[in-house]
């Protein structure tokens, strides 16, 4: 069964970057009750995120960029471990996250493999975000990362293990690098000794 949604008024509060609204709406419960709800939206679009692994030497390669949002909710220095990402526009998700992952990491991965899509803060975010793995290696990399244009991105290589213990400890709070690893470790495409 579908519920019953009757907008009454979807209202546009800003579009300075991406789009923010209020929507009031009447929702109809399963036992005929009408609540009316009125929410703020934010639509910034759908993403797409990938993990670069390599099985042979047992290694990820993720970043580290400011991201303003996380400082202004306690982070110290903004600073967030990530999985490579980025919007889509009006791009397929695989070809979004290919031309991401070589602006961010420099790897021209080969093959690219979705793994799901996710709502990732449903309560107020439109956005859904695409997953996907590569395996890379040392001959993909044709340039050394970082962004473009007024991007500041640290390429980080590490092992998967110490990977898996930054999350462990905290140092990793991305929910996309945290779910990306832990698909990898789950499925057995990589398999950690453990660093404690």
């Known amino acids: 069964m579908t519920l019953k949604i009757d907008v009454i008024k979807d209202k546009i509060l800003s579009e300075n970057y991406f789009v923010l609204r209020n929507i009031t709406y009447d929702l109809t419960r399963k036992n005929g009750e009408v609540i009316r709800h009125k929410r703020e939206v934010y639509d ?52 979004c996250i290919r031309k991401e992952a070589v602006e961010e990491t420099g790897f021209e991965v080969d ?39 007024d991007e500041d991105i640290e390429v980080l290589e590490m092992p998967f293990s110490q990977a898996l213990a930054m999350v462990r400890s905290g140092e990793i709070r991305d929910g996309k690098a945290v779910i990306l690893l832990q698909y990898l470790q789950t499925t057995g495409i990589m398999s950690p000794s453990f660093e404690r």
């Open 44 to 95: 910034r679009g759908n993403g797409a995120t990938i993990l670069l692994y390599n099985r042979e030497k047992q290694t990820v390669v993720l970043i580290r960029q400011f991201r303003v949002a996380t400082w202004v909710n306690g982070n110290p220095d903004g600073r967030l471990i990530e999985t490579c990402a980025g919007l889509l526009d009006d791009d397929e998700p695989e070809v």
């Open 111 to 149: 093959e690219v493999k979705k793994v799901f899509e996710l709502f990732m803060s449903p309560g107020g975010v439109t956005e859904i975000v695409h997953f996907f793995i590569a395996e890379y290696h040392d001959a993909q990399r044709t340039h050394r990362g970082g962004g473009v244009e």
